[in-house]
T-cell receptor
Framework: EAQVTQNPRYLITVTGKKLTVTCSQNMNHEYMSWYRQDPGLGLRQIYYSMNVEVTDKGDVPEGYKVSRKEKRNFPLILESPSPNQTSLYFC???????????????FGAGTRLSVL | GENVEQHPSTLSVQEGDSAVIKCTYSDSASNYFPWYKQELGKRPQLIIDIRSNVGEKKDQRIAVTLNKTAKHFSLHITETQPEDSAVYFCAARDGGTSYGKLTFGQGTILTVHP
């Protein structure tokens, strides 16, 4: 089954304690992305990756890091989490180039993070 | 970079009425415009999309229209049903140097009253 898998689904942590949220896809997609979702602000992109070893900042990258060492994995790292990073996080993947002009982005189930 | 504005932020309709959500985008190089539906507690899922060389696309009760000149696109839902209640997001895909990057609107909370 084609899917994007995020772990953990829920996480409560304290300020300053490094954490990693994992994301894996089994569709051989080149493009992967992380978003955060906050009420009234929609889905804001944190980082994205066009392919292995190619990453770029999205709209709200401060306080986050990513890596893309393998095509299927795109972990999100919070080196020193702060309360303003409390949010709902989504990983997504798609083909980098459209097939027939269409390029569907598939989302993971989400990770709800609370930083105390 | 691309900026996508979505209106209204909330929309309340009676079952059977039509609902329209509008989005504007800033980058004329954007070439693909998907719409996602997010039910409570679930992930966003694609419901319809349109390419920049098409003016309108329909799929049963939903349709999307695109005006490239004015840089806006709209989602139309006819004969709304309670199960259409959800958050809807529009998005625009960068067709330039950041090819593939999706920028989302702020979302519209649609409530369909029985």
């Amino acid at each position: 089954e084609a899917q994007v898998t995020q772990n953990p689904r829920y996480l409560i942590t304290v300020t300053g304690k490094k954490l990693t949220v994992t994301c894996s896809q089994n569709m051989n997609h080149e493009y992967m992305s992380w978003y955060r979702q906050d009420p009234g602000l929609g889905l804001r992109q944190i980082y994205y990756s066009m392919n292995v070893e190619v990453t770029d900042k999205g709209d709200v990258p401060e306080g986050y890091k990513v890596s893309r060492k393998e095509k299927r994995n795109f972990p999100l790292i919070l080196e020193s989490p702060s309360p303003n990073q409390t949010s709902l996080y989504f990983c997504a993947s798609s083909l980098s180039y459209p097939r027939g002009g269409v390029n569907i982005q598939y989302f993971g189930a989400g990770t709800r993070l609370s930083v105390l | 970079g691309e900026n996508v504005e979505q209106h209204p932020s909330t929309l309340s309709v009676q079952e059977g009425d039509s609902a329209v959500i509008k989005c504007t985008y800033s980058d004329s190089a954007s070439n693909y415009f998907p719409w996602y539906k997010q039910e409570l507690g679930k992930r966003p899922q694609l419901i319809i999309d349109i390419r920049s060389n098409v003016g309108e696309k329909k799929d049963q009760r939903i349709a999307v229209t695109l005006n490239k000149t004015a840089k806006h696109f709209s989602l139309h839902i006819t004969e709304t049903q309670p199960e259409d209640s959800a958050v809807y997001f529009c998005a625009a895909r960068d067709g330039g140097t950041s090819y593939g990057k999706l920028t989302f609107g702020q979302g519209t909370i649609l409530t369909v009253h029985p």
